[in-house]
């Protein structure tokens, strides 16, 4: 999970993920490494171009990986499907949100 999905947070992928790797922060949601199994069923369905398999990662975007392993271990486990934040279509094509996260 990358930066588009910050302040955004459609859930579309929450819903679709066989091994139910998704946890529900405030203001996004992340992947936990340690359960994901690179169905990439989530890159399809997500709106916002949001999440990037790791092998595919450009260098400014690793350190993603290490904070959706960080996170998934502090958000609680996502339930089936999440609601997009309230302004999450304003947000959408916002770029730079990485400092953004509270």
């Given at each position: 999970?990358?930066?588009?999905?910050?302040?955004c947070?459609?859930?579309?992928c929450?819903?679709?993920?066989?091994?139910?790797?998704?946890?529900?922060g405030?203001?996004?949601?992340v992947?936990?490494?340690?359960?994901?199994?690179?169905?990439?069923?989530?890159?399809?369905?997500c709106?916002?171009?949001?999440?990037?398999?790791?092998y595919?990662?450009?260098?400014d975007q690793?350190?993603?990986?290490?904070?959706?392993?960080?996170?998934?271990?502090?958000?609680?486990?996502?339930?089936?499907?999440?609601?997009p934040?309230?302004?999450?279509?304003?947000?959408?094509?916002v770029?730079?949100?990485?400092?953004?996260?509270?």
């Amino acid at each position: 999970m990358t930066e588009n999905c910050i302040k955004c947070r459609y859930g579309d992928c929450t819903s679709v993920c066989p091994v139910h790797a998704f946890h529900v922060g405030p203001e996004f949601v992340v992947i936990n490494p340690a359960v994901c199994v690179n169905c990439t069923t989530c890159v399809i369905v997500c709106p916002v171009g949001a999440i990037v398999p790791e092998y595919d990662l450009t260098p400014d975007q690793k350190y993603f990986a290490a904070m959706n392993a960080k996170l998934a271990r502090v958000y609680p486990q996502a339930s089936g499907s999440v609601e997009p934040l309230p302004d999450a279509d304003e947000w959408a094509l916002v770029a730079n949100k990485a400092g953004m996260l509270t």
